[in-house]
């Protein structure tokens, strides 16, 4: 298996950029009742969701997810309760954390968590929802169709492309990542699992562009 590429092409970075703009909702953060931490396979997401806790942005958290082929090697006990133990050490009390273990995709991540606060009768009128960069735009979707009556917005832990490739250490895996999510944008909303949003003739026309030079692993069949 040939090594992982690091860094990202020239040929490709001006469509790349479209598409990781595009899926950044630039939501200007202020108090809300909690925050809602993605699992994935970035623990970036328990790092920025811990920043956000101790700058006063939410009281409570949850994490949320259990394992996806992409993460179980990495976090064997499960996305949120590595995300979790993470956060712990990054400050955060335990009574402070939720954990949602069985999520197994962004609709379960939204459905299981606001039922987790239901169950400990936790009104929730407000919540920030902390996910990969790219997974912004399809996690505000998602939970706008099925959350109604919460404000959400969104945040990811502030990082240029290039630091996020360097981070991940593999830009063809952030590029699939990113091209599958663009389509998902119109693919879900058609399925009615999200709310529908305008994608740009620039944003569909790089995720083809990219979608020609193979980058296919993360689409929607």
Request: proline share 5%; with cysteine; charged share 25%.
């Amino acid at each position: 298996m040939s090594a992982p590429t690091r860094t990202l092409p020239d040929s490709l970075r001006a469509d790349v950029l479209t598409l990781w703009h595009y899926h950044d909702l630039g939501h200007e953060l202020r108090g809300a009742d909690v925050g809602i931490g993605l699992g994935s396979h970035d623990l970036g997401v328990a790092t920025h969701t811990a920043e956000l806790f101790h700058r006063g942005v939410f009281p409570l958290l949850v994490f949320t997810g259990a394992n996806a082929p992409t993460t179980v090697e990495r976090f064997p006990r499960g996305e949120a309760v590595h995300y979790r133990e993470h956060a712990l050490e990054l400050g955060v009390p335990d009574d402070a954390i939720l954990v949602e273990p069985s999520a197994r995709n962004t609709g379960d991540n939204i459905d299981l968590s606001r039922d987790l606060l239901a169950e400990r009768g936790i009104a929730v009128r407000s919540a920030v929802l902390v996910c990969k960069p790219y997974q912004q735009r399809r996690a505000y979707a998602t939970a706008r169709k099925r959350w109604p009556g919460v404000e959400f917005r969104c945040a990811s832990l502030p990082l240029s492309l290039d630091a996020y490739i360097e981070s991940i250490g593999d830009a063809d895996r952030v590029i699939d990542m990113l091209v599958g999510d663009t389509q998902r944008i119109t693919e879900y909303a058609r399925r009615g699992f999200a709310i529908a949003q305008h994608v740009p003739d620039d944003v569909s026309r790089a995720c083809e562009r990219l979608v020609s030079a193979g980058f296919t692993s993360r689409l929607v069949r």
